[in-house]
């Protein structure tokens, strides 16, 4: 059985700004970092800071969060560089496909949308090999489909 899951929607762009620049300065409590930090962190890197070259410098900016917040990046927890490519790619996507135009409005609509659910990774990695250490220490292909 799948539970749907409902995603916490942001209410204004000053609260992406907040994450974004939470991310980058190590400042977000630990807790703040939910799949809906992820994107919305995400999207506002693509979109609001393109001096920063993401698919280059993603790993090191969220391993250095972690750390910050006494978190670990090892074989079973922390980092994990193919679920992570997998969101950039689908939100790179998702950025060229949508009409939104303010930062709140975009990042609820890809946490609404195909590439915003959890779930979303799986339509391309097996389970097995999306939750392998391999997969986890770097990137590895998917197995069922190329992402976008």
């Known amino acids: 059985m799948t539970t749907e899951y409902k995603p916490r929607l942001f209410a204004r762009d000053s609260d992406i700004h907040a994450l974004g620049e939470g991310l980058l300065a190590c400042a977000l409590p630990r807790e703040a970092w939910t799949h809906e930090a992820h994107l919305g962190a995400c999207l506002w890197l693509l979109s609001e800071r393109p001096d920063i070259d993401l698919d280059a410098e993603i790993a090191g900016l969220i391993r250095r969060f972690n750390e910050s917040v006494g978190g670990v990046n090892d074989d079973h927890g922390g980092y994990h560089d193919s679920i992570t490519r997998a969101y ?8 060229r496909e949508t009409a939104e135009t303010g930062l709140a409005a975009r990042v609820n609509a890809l946490l609404l949308s195909d590439a915003g659910r959890r779930d979303w990774p799986l ?19 998917p197995d069922l489909a190329p992402l976008p």
Request: charged residues 25%; without cysteine; aromatic residues 18%.
């Open 88 to 95: 950039v790619a689908g939100v790179k996507l998702f950025l």
């Open 123 to 141: 339509r391309f990695y097996s389970r097995d090999l999306l939750f392998s250490v391999p997969a986890r220490r770097g990137f590895v292909e």
